[in-house]
């Protein structure tokens, strides 16, 4: 099953909303570039022309062997509006070369989503190989981790030194912190606003100069000096639900660098903080919702109860219990609470045709009084030993390449001693929690007066019960965080060749209804409907994958009302 470990990190967005997570740093700049705020717009010279970005733009890599890839690394300005200043990012790189001599078209680049989500580490885990066979017959594919995420020098994180990667206000724990689902008192709303100020001050103090840095409006300008440094004269990339955005911003920023562009579940750039808020936490309630109505098609025996109301009772029943009193979980002194029993669920929604049966094992466990296998889905921990085993000797087969003839980055990582970053060695191996953070927060603009988000919970209430609530609140996390460049706005790419657009039906993470917002949007957009529950379309079902590989390879457009999965 393609990117099963991806899309558990990626149901973070929601999973660190309802455990409460709190925000990133006050009092940083906005984000860097001259002309960053206005969407679509480009500057007169092309920046692979402009002087002062010439020295990233003609970067050779310098490809080594790791293990079945090849690896290299990109550097970067860390401030585009000033990259001569000496500070860069080093971007690691890797490639799965196409096997077939003579039909090689170029490259194809992606992204897994998050934001914070490991390319490299995806492709070590085999991502290349569930593309399918025509689109590797025709492409390297190539995957990179965007600046401050994973194997970034230097990278974000929320832990300050001396603490463990457990830290509970580091911003990097999938712990649950107790606070209450729907805060009505005015103690409840303290404690949860309190969290998120300790969180936001332990975040500014170990990454607070990278803060600024790490949008998505930079992190599109890198992906377009990889494709300089490549060779590839047009873009072939694709992007799952957070690359969404990184491609939606490269096309608004780059259109005549655009050759093909799949975008599998939307964000729709249009939408406020509020509405995106809602428009995901309906989508879990429904998933959810469809979980109770559907286990007996997909889970068969196993389901924890005969019917769907027995389903919804249960539920219902395991989140006033867990309100009460957590559930006792085997090594735990916390237990399960209300808030990872949400986490829970929510995680579970991404792939049904995986994680169904072992979310129903979980529920009736839970039902007979013991917490500890929701606990553990609420936290992603569904690796089998020999698969850690086998990313331990992956990771140990990486080698770390600097790029030649930059001279900028030192070899723990950091930049230089103006940064005042994290040290690399300070930096928890799997840094996406802090990355998710800190990319939301600047990407989307969020009011800094704790009356909005409270005006807000009552109709977050209505629209998706305890998924609206609990996301609201999480949402405090950005309340201090200044807005970066970017505003909620409809696309902006004029000039940029068919985009496809992926929806999936019952997609809970990013539902149906913002990627058809999103193929409207870019001029000659085309939307490939997908019947089917779960997070994304491509890599699950074979006549999505068709359409998308006759598109990638061909440039075969998609007609309106292509609908897959009926």
Known sequence: MIRAAVRRRQALVIALAVLGAASLAAGCTAGSGPDAGRPGARAAVDPAERPDLRRFYGQKLDWKPCGDLACASLTVPMDYSRPGDGRTFVLPVAKAATATAGRRTGALLYNPGGPGER?????????????????REHFD????????????RPALTCLTPGQSESGEASGDTAEASGAPLHPRTAAERAEVLAEARATADACRKASGPLLPHVGTVDAARDLDVLRAALGERKLTYVGWSYGTSLGTSYAEQFPHRVRAMVLDGAVDPSLDWRQRMLSQATGFRDAVEDYARTCGETVGDGCPGATPGEIRALIDRLLERTQREPLPVDGSDSGLDAATLVSALSLSMYTPEAQWEALSEALAAADGGDGTKLAALAAGDEARP???????EQEQEQEEQPVQGDGQEEEDGSVDGETGAASADSVPEDNSDAALLAVNCLDVPHPRDERAYWDALGPADRAAGVYGTSGLTGELVCKD???????????????????????????????YEEAVSLARQFPGGMLLSFEGAGHTGYGRDACVDRKVEDYLVHLTKVGPGTTCGR
């Open 481 to 511: 965080w200044p807005a970066g460049p970017q505003r909620p706005h409809r696309v902006n790419a004029p000039g940029v060749p068919p985009v496809l657009v992926v929806g999936t039906a019952g997609d809970p993470a990013t539902p």
């Open 386 to 392: 020999e698969d850690e085993e086998q990313e331990q």
């Open 119 to 135: 390319g490299v580490q995806a492709l070590r885990d085999g991502l290349a190989d569930e593309l399918g066979r025509g689109v």
């Open 141 to 152: 594919i190539v995957a990179f981790d965007p600046r401050g995420v994973g194997e970034s």
